[in-house]
């Protein structure tokens, strides 16, 4: 049974900061693997996307990187501002058509 | 244009109660789903369609019965509500499986007194 879990939890950070999340997913047959982004009392907004044959994406000032084998994913957000105050999500998609999502990292950027 | 749209936003009714939450996308996806976030913001499927067929049915209690009268709309009808149906529910849709990228509504947040 895939489990997919997100470290840090909560993270507080100065904007400028680069920061790391961390995706970490249990069974490594996935079919890709995505990073949303979800602000308070809204829906998710997928931010990046990999393939399960890629190891990064790259949009703006967020990095995705994937490595299967060892079930590990990050996002890597460049020169952190407040408006990046969201929770993150990771999800895969395994062979049965479903997203299966981590217990995401919630962020706060502070000026 | 709103991608996948949900009504109503927000649902406050009391146990018991037969309610229904809506959903529309005008994408052109063939598979559409219906997820559910707890109050720990844990993010877990329900639903599955695709093309009008149930697809994935995730041990839901036999109160909540989606419904698709055709492949744009999917609809999720509970009945005798109960507290623990408190939470917010999410559709999303997306080109089946070999799409790679899913698209969710902004959720409908669900109230049980």
């Known amino acids: 049974k895939q489990e997919v879990t997100q470290i840090p939890a909560a993270l507080s950070v100065p904007e400028g900061e680069n920061l790391v999340l961390n995706c970490s997913f249990t069974?490594?047959?996935?079919?890709?693997l995505q990073w949303f982004r979800q602000d308070p009392g809204k829906g998710l907004t997928s931010l990046l996307l990999?393939?399960?044959?890629?190891r990064e994406q790259t949009s703006g000032r967020l990095n995705a990187s994937l490595d299967k084998s060892s079930g590990r994913s990050t996002l890597y957000i460049a020169a952190s501002q407040p408006g990046d105050s969201a929770t993150y999500l990771c999800?895969?998609?395994?062979?049965?058509?479903?997203?299966?999502f981590g217990t995401g990292t919630r962020l706060q950027v502070f000026p | 244009d709103t991608a996948v749209s949900q009504t109503p936003k927000y649902l406050v009714t009391q146990m018991g109660n037969d309610k229904s939450i809506k959903c529309e996308q005008n994408?052109?996806?063939?598979?559409m789903y219906w997820y559910k976030q707890d109050s720990k913001k844990f993010l877990k499927i329900m639903f599955s369609?695709?093309?009008?067929?149930?697809?994935i049915n995730e041990t839901v209690p036999n109160r909540f019965s989606p419904k698709s009268p055709d492949k744009a709309h999917l609809n999720l009808h509970i009945n005798s509500l109960e507290l623990g149906d408190s939470a917010v529910y999410f559709c999303?849709?997306?080109?089946?499986?070999?799409?790679?990228?899913?698209?969710f509504g902004q959720g409908t947040r669900l109230t049980v007194v």
């Open positions: 069974d490594s047959a996935i079919y890709n």
């Open positions: 994408l052109g996806h063939d598979t």
């Open positions: 369609y695709n093309n009008k067929e149930l697809i």
């Open positions: 999800a895969v998609k395994g062979n049965t058509d479903k997203l299966i």
């Open positions: 999303a849709s997306s080109q089946g499986r070999d799409s790679p990228r899913a698209f």
């Open positions: 990999i393939q399960s044959s890629q």
